[in-house]
């Protein structure tokens, strides 16, 4: 069964340092896998998105994430961080062969904070 | 194109009442679904729809009932209102949520008392 696993709940990084938000998946097919932001009290916003072409996908916003298969790994990353990045970011995986299906599988989150 | 609209935006209930969140979406999507969010739960699906007339059961379904009878909207019924229920609430719609992922409404704030 398709999994997914945030490795941090909350990260903490300086204005204009480099950030990381860590996921593991699993899943027994080529999976497609997303990552969405969540600012306070607001809807969710997809960021980026990856589906079996590029392995290095760039979203909105400066973001980019990088598919490691041998790694199972989807991390998203950004160079320099900005105090509007700041807002919980979610990694998906879809369930079951790419294509039209229907159900995704959501990480818990990850807390973004962004110090002055 | 105003995506996907849900409303109300907040509600409150009393226990054991009943109420409709209503979801719309403008972009000819077949795929909708209803999820619940609670802090450090993340996201859990309700009901979803693949089509108008097809619905299925989430991971989340007891006390709640849906219909799809046009492409456009997918209503999610509260039958009697219990404290559990108290959740932020977001619809959401998709083409090919396999390879586009979904765009999601501002949500429900509803608190059950």
């Known amino acids: 069964a398709q999994s997914v696993t945030q490795l941090d709940s909350h990260v903490s990084v300086s204005e204009g340092t480099p950030v990381l938000l860590r996921c593991n998946y699993s899943?027994?097919?080529?999976?497609?896998l997303f990552w969405y932001v969540q600012h306070p009290n607001k809807g969710l916003q997809l960021l980026l998105k990856?589906?079996?072409?590029a392995t290095l996908v760039k979203g909105i916003n400066g973001f980019e994430a990088e598919f490691k298969k041998s790694e199972t790994s989807f991390h998203l990353t950004k160079p320099s961080a900005h105090m509007s990045d700041a807002a919980e970011y979610f990694c998906?995986?879809?369930?079951?062969?790419?294509?039209?299906?229907?159900?995704?599988?959501w990480g818990l989150g990850t807390s973004l904070a962004v110090n002055p | 194109n105003a995506g996907v609209t849900q409303t109300p935006k907040f509600q409150v209930l009393k226990t054991g009442q009943s109420m409709t969140l209503q979801c719309a979406q403008d972009?000819?999507?077949?795929?909708m679904s209803w999820y619940r969010q609670d802090p450090g739960m993340g996201l859990r699906l309700i009901h979803y729809?693949?089509?108008?007339?097809?619905?299925d059961q989430g991971e989340v379904p007891n006390g709640y009932n849906v219909s799809r009878s046009t492409t456009e909207d997918f209503p999610l019924r509260l039958l009697s209102a219990a404290p559990s229920q108290t959740s932020v609430y977001f619809c959401?719609?998709?083409?090919?949520?396999?390879?586009?992922?979904?765009?999601f409404g501002s949500g429900t704030r509803l608190t059950v008392v």
């Open positions: 959401a719609s998709s083409l090919r949520p396999g390879r586009d992922g979904y765009t």
């Open positions: 972009m000819n999507h077949e795929y």
């Open positions: 729809s693949v089509g108008a007339g097809i619905t």
């Open positions: 899943s027994s097919y080529s999976p497609s």
């Open positions: 990856y589906t079996s072409a």
């Open positions: 998906v995986v879809s369930e079951g062969r790419a294509g039209n299906n229907r159900k995704l599988i």
